[in-house]
T-cell receptor, first 110, second 113 residues
Framework: DAKTTQPPSMDCAEGRAANLPCNHS???????VYWYRQIHSQGPQYIIH???NNETNEMASLIITEDRKSSTLILPHATLRDTAVYYC???????????FGAGTTVTVRA | EPEVTQTPSHQVTQMGQEVILRCVPI?????FYWYRQILGQKVEFLVS????????KSEIFDDQFSVERPDGSNFTLKIRSTKLEDSAMYFC???????????FGPGTRLTVT
């Protein structure tokens, strides 16, 4: 029941921006886009979420296309500690359980 | 910054034994969750809990599993008779209220031998 599609892996240079794509072409009007990450089998860590508008917080920016069928998570200045599996999750507003996919394994290289 | 905590960090048990995994959610949070992650696989939802009752459970959460909030601070997951396939990382998560994100604990690694 995968609702999102992410590339399995990507590399990024330390200090550069990391742009993580996610496709969610079947997203409904009441579904949010959430991003979590998991660093080496630790508990998933919330990054950011959005519905329609672009969002920014201290960790990242989330760019959602106008048709909402895809989004991009931007880590503005990647560090080695950002090496993790990043999960893009679509969640219905009324259903709070999170359905994790395989995510994107991001490796930040010095 | 408040955190979800879990104990123990690693639990080893023999098949058929009962285990209790413990979680202390963030203090003003009202919604609680358990997830598990078998080694090399996806994080899977097990159960959600609110107002002292289960809100939703997955197919994985069968009669061998139970959850409890025995006091105002702890949230526990009990597996009555462990099986080899219960070996996994178990993550507790909590959420304050409507619209809020879930915060996860560091996990308990359960190894059933």
């Amino acid at each position: 029941d995968a609702k999102t599609t992410q590339p399995p892996s990507m590399d990024c240079a330390e200090g550069r921006a990391a742009n993580l794509p996610c496709n969610h072409s079947t997203i409904s009007g009441n579904e949010y886009v959430y991003w979590y990450r998991q660093i080496h089998s630790q508990g998933p860590q919330y990054i950011i979420h959005g519905l329609k508008n672009n969002e920014t917080n201290e960790m990242a920016s989330l760019i959602i296309t106008e048709d909402r069928k895809s989004s991009t998570l931007i880590l503005p200045h990647a560090t080695l500690r950002d090496t993790a599996v990043y999960y893009c999750i679509v969640r219905v507003a009324s259903d709070y359980k999170l359905s994790f996919g395989a995510g994107t394994t991001v490796t930040v290289r010095a | 910054e408040p955190e979800v905590t879990q104990t123990p960090s690693h639990q080893v048990t023999q098949m058929g034994q009962e285990v209790i995994l413990r979680c202390v959610p963030i203090s003003n949070h009202l919604y609680f969750y358990w997830y598990r992650q078998i080694l090399g696989q996806k994080v899977e939802f097990l159960v959600s809990f609110y107002n002292n009752e289960i809100s939703e459970k997955s197919e994985i959460f069968d009669d061998q599993f139970s959850v409890e909030r025995p006091d105002g601070s702890n949230f526990t997951l009990k597996i009555r008779s462990t099986k080899l396939e219960d070996s996994a990382m178990y993550f507790c998560a909590s959420r304050r209220g409507l619209g809020d994100e879930q915060y996860f604990g560091p996990g308990t690694r359960l190894t059933v031998t």
